[in-house]
């Protein structure tokens, strides 16, 4: 069964820019989250996606959205990209609310910010 | 959440068994404890999880001690590839609570294992 597959893998981005990052979930999977890592702050939340709504929300500005489609997949955008924004962005899947599987993660994109 | 309390390093002797503790003083009755590491460049990796029975699957055996105040994972054959930062993390189970897909990572051990 694949994994959670994030996409690009790599994107290199300038300040005042906007990005779209990418997520397709392990099949049967309908709940999707999404996490930043940095050096500094290690790895935090940002939201949480079911059924194409968002459930849960992290301590992040505005600037950072995302969504979900009918099928699963998400995508979540930053808008006004600045030099902190750098990051390696992680989405993780399970099955959903209800169940107490695991949450299963991809190996991220990282973004760069010049 | 519950906050978990584990030391910044560790290191193991490859072929010996990994043992890694986290402390959860403050956790609740309900909440689960879930390991998961992360190699170098990836995301992190799901180990193993319980909520107040010992655990053992094929990576690694989960150990809680009665008052469900601590944890031990144990890998019991360490190999060079085991080599990662280990996150030691209680939640609240899923359906229990709105807060179903947030996970909080601290800083986590890394636990180094040598040839």
């Known amino acids: 069964k694949a994994g959670v597959t994030q996409t690009p893998r790599y994107l290199i981005k300038t300040r005042g820019q906007q990005v779209t990052l990418s997520c397709s979930p392990i099949?049967?999977?309908?709940?999707v989250s999404w996490y930043q890592q940095t050096p500094g702050q290690g790895l935090q939340f940002l939201f949480e996606?079911?059924?194409?709504?968002?459930?849960n929300k992290g301590n992040f500005p505005g600037r950072f959205s995302g969504r979900q489609f009918s099928n699963s997949r998400s995508e979540m955008n930053v808008s006004t990209l600045e030099l902190g924004d750098s990051a390696l962005y992680l989405c993780?899947?399970?099955?959903?609310?209800?169940?107490?599987?695991?949450?299963?993660f991809g190996d991220g994109t990282r973004l760069s910010i010049l | 959440d519950a906050k978990t309390t584990q030391p910044p390093s560790m290191d193991c002797a490859e072929g010996r068994a990994a043992n890694l503790p986290c402390n959860h003083s403050t956790i609740s009755g309900n909440e689960y404890v879930y390991w998961y590491r992360q190699i170098h460049s990836q995301g992190p990796q799901y180990i193993i999880h319980g909520l107040k029975n010992n655990e053992t699957n094929e990576m690694a055996s989960l150990i809680i001690t009665e008052d469900r105040k601590s944890s031990t994972l144990i890998l019991p054959h360490a190999t060079l590839r085991d080599t990662a930062v280990y996150y030691c993390i209680v939640r609240i189970p899923i359906g229990g609570s709105s807060n179903t897909g947030k996970l909080i990572f601290g800083q986590g051990t890394t636990l180094q294992v040598k040839p």
């Open positions: 099949s049967g999977h309908r709940s």
């Open positions: 996606y079911f059924s194409e709504t968002q459930r």
């Open positions: 993780a899947s399970s099955p959903g609310p209800g169940t107490n599987q695991p949450q299963h």
